[in-house]
């Protein structure tokens, strides 16, 4: 992880968002003190896949339009 500070940061914008592109990660410092962290945002289209792919494994799939065989009462 990269570390800066507010007026390093100022000064290379243009390249640290070109390494953020990149995926990593910038801690900016203020006085020597962390005060932000830069980075990628999530890709949300892999997050959701593997949410997907994470519920496939519990679902259960069967024919739902077919008859049961079970009968049953209805009152009209």
Avoid: C, F, Y
């Avoid at 593997?50 to 024919?63: F, Q």
Wanted: charged share 25%.
């Amino acid at each position: 992880m990269k570390t800066l500070s507010i007026s390093e940061l100022r000064s290379n914008l243009l390249s640290a968002i070109e390494e953020i592109k990149k995926g990593k990660t910038i801690t900016v410092t203020s006085h020597g003190k962390p005060v932000a962290q830069l980075g990628p945002l999530p890709n949300r289209r892999e997050e959701a896949i593997a949410r997907i792919k994470a519920l496939r494994k519990t679902a259960i799939i069967g024919d739902v339009v077919s008859p049961t065989g079970e009968t049953w009462e209805a009152s009209l």
